[in-house]
């Protein structure tokens, strides 16, 4: 089912277009990461998703409603964690998480319920009384998603989550991610970290100048630039060796020398790094090192985009 769906979204400021007739469909159980330099139009298409901004043209469904004829029912399904901290730093955690939860209706036992849970998940439940004012800024990041999630939304939307915090407060976001869609939430996560959006999102959507250029799992848009893979042989000396010799190889596709290194072109279809190796150590040709090289999400952003992530 998809639990997102948009289609056609376009959204202008003047003359330009932010977002440029993007439609992308988002399963229920997902972590979808939106990947995109800044101004390519992810935090207007979130934006838009939130209410927060209305389209000029195309639709936006949330659980199969057009969230602009369902308001409440799609805010009621929606939490968002921005990328600006917005917490009330002169207000406890519990009081902070107490208010954004009361928003959506609920009172009493059951709003206190929900506050001290998603205090504990994100591990400030100790830190309840306490003012945010005092928290580090990886802290601060945790009370902003407890704010988000103690509604249990079924959408949970994370922009730049891990901006400017300290490496275990970000490992600590990641985990946390990675819980909530253990626990049922579908998330959309944007980061200009690469290795996050490896590390966590099921699929991906690349967007630059306001259109989804590019969609797909890490290994099918890593396959859409690239059906080879570049084997590095390191050797001591190559001494009368050819080449071509390597071409003999089922999936070999080509070589060339690099000092003392070997680049060899292969297909990823044929595993054949056995026949390779034997093919040098026959020949009495001493290996100090072998690795395979195959794109990453850097490289396919770059050759989609000609920019890298963070230009």
């Known amino acids: 089912m998809k639990i997102v769906k948009i289609e056609n979204l376009v959204k202008k400021f003047g003359n330009t277009a932010a977002v440029d007739k993007i439609t992308l469909g988002i399963e229920?159980?997902?972590?979808?990461?939106?990947?995109?330099?800044?101004?390519?139009?992810?935090?207007?298409?979130?934006?838009?998703?939130?209410?927060?901004?209305?389209?000029?043209?195309?639709?936006?469904?949330?659980?199969?409603?057009?969230?602009?004829?369902n308001k409440i029912f799609a805010k009621r399904n929606i939490g968002i964690v921005p990328q600006d901290i917005a917490i009330y730093e002169d207000l406890t955690a519990y009081e902070n998480v107490n208010f954004f939860t009361g928003l959506y209706g609920f009172r009493g036992k059951e709003l206190k319920t929900r506050v001290e849970k998603a205090l504990e998940f994100v591990g400030l439940l100790d830190k309840a009384k306490s003012f945010p004012k005092r928290f580090s800024g990886g802290m601060k990041r945790?009370?902003?998603?407890?704010?988000?999630?103690?509604?249990?939304?079924?959408?949970?939307?994370?922009?730049?989550?891990?901006?400017?915090?300290?490496?275990?407060?970000?490992?600590?976001?990641?985990?946390?991610?990675?819980?909530?869609?253990?626990?049922?939430?579908?998330?959309?996560?944007?980061?200009?970290?690469?290795?996050?959006?490896?590390?966590?999102?099921?699929?991906?959507?690349?967007?630059?100048?306001?259109?989804?250029?590019?969609?797909g799992t890490k290994d099918e848009l890593k396959s859409s630039i690239s059906d080879t893979n570049t084997i590095w042989v390191t050797v001591q000396s190559l001494n009368d060796f050819q080449l071509d010799e390597l071409k003999e190889i089922n999936g070999v596709i080509g070589a060339e020398l690099d000092d003392n290194i070997v680049k060899i072109s292969s297909s990823q279809d044929v595993n054949n790094l056995d026949k390779i190796i034997l093919l040098f150590t026959g020949k009495n040709i001493h290996i100090k090192n072998v690795e395979t090289k195959t794109p990453d999400l850097e490289t396919v952003f770059l050759t989609l985009t000609g920019r890298k992530l963070r230009d």
Not at 37 to 59: F, Q, R, V, Y
Not at 156 to 183: A, C, F, W, Y
Request: aromatic share 2%.
């Open 28 to 69: 229920e159980g997902e972590i979808y990461g939106l990947l995109g330099p800044n101004g390519a139009g992810k935090s207007t298409t979130i934006n838009m998703i939130c209410g927060l901004l209305s389209p000029n043209e195309g639709t936006i469904e949330i659980l199969g409603k057009d969230i602009r004829k």
């Open 142 to 215: 945790r009370l902003n998603i407890a704010c988000a999630i103690a509604h249990r939304p079924k959408v949970i939307i994370m922009d730049e989550p891990t901006v400017g915090i300290d490496p275990q407060s970000r490992n600590h976001i990641l985990q946390s991610v990675k819980k909530l869609n253990e626990m049922g939430s579908t998330i959309i996560y944007t980061s200009h970290y690469m290795e996050e959006i490896e590390e966590i999102c099921t699929r991906i959507g690349i967007v630059d100048h306001g259109k989804l250029i590019a969609e």
